[in-house]
């Protein structure tokens, strides 16, 4: 065989060896990084405990949060409710030496049409009542009124304090202020509140109980 001849072939055979090489490195390194992904990703996956760990921990939320939310449904009234609870808000104001002088409904500007039908495609399941409560009383009385008013069994949120000195002397040295404390208080329509009856007497008498004996 000539010597001419035998080189091509050499070249070749060289050429053959190096790309095995390079392909089987290129192998490798796929190999190294799919590894290293699949034991990123094994890392990030939790284990049967931490899932289970985890569902209970759900579970107890989600129990938590109805237990909430069946105390908030107690504590919202129906609308026939709200002539009571408004005597109810002026002995509230008598405890907390607060000379009450009136305890009433506020009535709501009427809305124009474009709101009203937009609220009509939301409606709610419970109606807002605005309640102003004026007395004469000092300026911690008030302080504790509206204290008292976070505790009160019904849903109710102070809007607004207003304060205004009375004029007199005597009431000067007493300290004796005029007051409006501006309510919302939510309750249930009418329809809303017989349905909510009608389920409550359906229910077994199990389902009735609130977990834990919230009140």
């Given amino acids: 065989m000539k010597r001419g001849a035998v080189q091509p072939m050499a070249l070749v055979a060289i050429g053959v060896v190096l790309l095995g090489g390079l392909f089987a490195y290129w192998q490798y390194n796929v190999m ?13 996956v939790p284990t049967e405990k931490e899932v289970e760990d985890e569902l209970r921990s759900t579970e107890s939320e989600v129990e938590e949060y109805q237990v909430r939310l069946n105390h908030l449904e107690k504590s919202v009234p129906p ?3 709200v002539p009571t609870m408004l005597s109810e ?23 124009n049409k474009k709101d009203a039908a937009a609220e009509s ?9 605005e309640i102003d409560i004026t007395g004469v009383g ?5 302080l504790a009124m509206v204290n008292a008013l976070k505790e009160f ?14 004029k007199d002397e005597i009431s000067k040295s007493q300290g004796l ?3 409006t ?12 509140g017989a349905k909510k009856d009608e389920e409550s007497t359906s229910k077994p008498l199990a389902m009735n109980s609130t977990p834990g004996g919230t009140q």
């Fill in 32 to 44: 190294q990084g799919a590894e290293a992904r699949f034991q990123t990703l094994q890392a990030e």
């Fill in 79 to 81: 609308e026939a409710y």
């Fill in 89 to 111: 808000l002026e002995a509230l104001g008598k405890l907390n030496r607060i000379s009450v002088t009136g305890v009433r409904p506020v009535q709501v500007p009427a809305k």
């Fill in 121 to 129: 495609k939301k409606k709610k399941a419970y109606n807002e009542v």
């Fill in 138 to 142: 000092r300026y911690e009385d008030v």
């Fill in 153 to 166: 069994p019904k849903v109710v949120a102070v809007r607004t304090v207003a304060l205004t000195p009375k």
């Fill in 177 to 179: 202020l005029e007051t």
């Fill in 181 to 192: 404390i501006r309510l919302k208080a939510y309750v249930f329509s009418l329809d809303q």
